[in-house]
């Protein structure tokens, strides 16, 4: 794992979760993506070399929409860069890590990413991302 | 906000959870440390400009020990860095956040540190620190 690539939170209100970071927190804003797969709108902000992301689910059926009913919000999973994720995948295999992808799927941007179930991760749910 | 601290992990079982991210996610660790005052022991571990901290709480009437009742673990809040905590601290009262501290709190190593309340950073704990 190279460096944490961002930590994702769940929101209920992208607009006023936004303007908190933005306003409260003074982070640098990078601009909003939808992620149509994952029936989200993200809210991306800069902070040193890695990101903060707010997400905010786009159809009931999201995962963030379900996450957000059983929890109500906040931190949802932290994305470790790796520098090739086939490999990194087989050696978390190897390691007896619950993945929740068999192959790598397609992330923002012609990245690469994975998941790992929050039982291997110390209830934690990990993702991790191999840039273009 | 000059870049992500750590990120801090709430946990049941510290060895299990250590044995975690040491072996599967294969993250440098950095030791163990008893933090008194907040009634945790930590596990830290390295990557890139940030840490990954893993608390067990020592004692029921822990923080850490009431998220854990409430919650079952996981992702317990955020820290960032800042250069000079008492001008940060102002500026953020001045936007109308709400702080958990009214001056900064001792931390690990001569460190300042000091919380913001969840409501005012879309529902997740945020701390602030300043290093010596």
Request: glycine fraction near 8%; proline fraction near 4%; aromatic fraction near 4%.
């Amino acid at each position: 794992m190279k460096k944490i690539d961002h930590i994702a939170i769940a929101v209920q209100n992208l607009d006023e979760a936004e303007a908190a970071y933005k306003d409260v927190l003074d982070l640098k804003w990078h601009g909003r993506e939808e992620v149509a797969t994952q029936k989200v709108l993200t809210s991306i902000f800069e902070v040193g070399e890695s990101r903060v992301e707010l997400i905010q689910p786009t159809a009931a059926d999201s995962p963030i929409a379900v996450f957000l009913e059983k929890k109500g919000g906040g931190l949802h999973h932290i994305c470790f860069e790796v520098d090739d994720i086939e490999t990194e995948m087989a050696r978390l295999k190897e390691e007896g890590a619950r993945l929740l992808n068999e192959t790598p799927t397609a992330g923002v941007g012609g990245s690469k990413v994975a998941f790992l179930h929050p039982k291997s991760c110390g209830g934690v749910l990990v993702e991790i991302v191999e840039k273009p």
